[in-house]
């Protein structure tokens, strides 16, 4: 299945979508199939790296 998107220019790109799934109580699921509610918590996560979060630490703790 493929869509439309319109770039800032105006060009039209067709692009293939793609099946986004995240991992929930242990096994895996479609986003698409999550409900309005979910979704936007989906899309509102922050990630982090955790070797950013060690050296911050290392910054405040280790002295």
Do not use: H, L, W
């Not at 979508?17 to 929930?24: A, D, F, G, L």
């Not at 109580?25 to 922050?46: C, D, H, L, W």
Request: hydrophobic share 30%; with cysteine; proline share 2%.
């Amino acid at each position: 299945m493929s869509a439309i998107f319109v770039t800032t220019d105006g060009e039209k790109i067709e692009r293939t979508r793609c099946e986004v799934y995240t991992r929930v109580m242990g096994y895996y699921r479609p986003v698409q199939s999550f409900n309005t509610g979910k979704k936007a918590e989906f899309y509102s996560r922050i990630y982090f790296k955790s070797s950013d979060t060690n050296s911050m630490f290392n910054e405040i703790y280790a002295s």
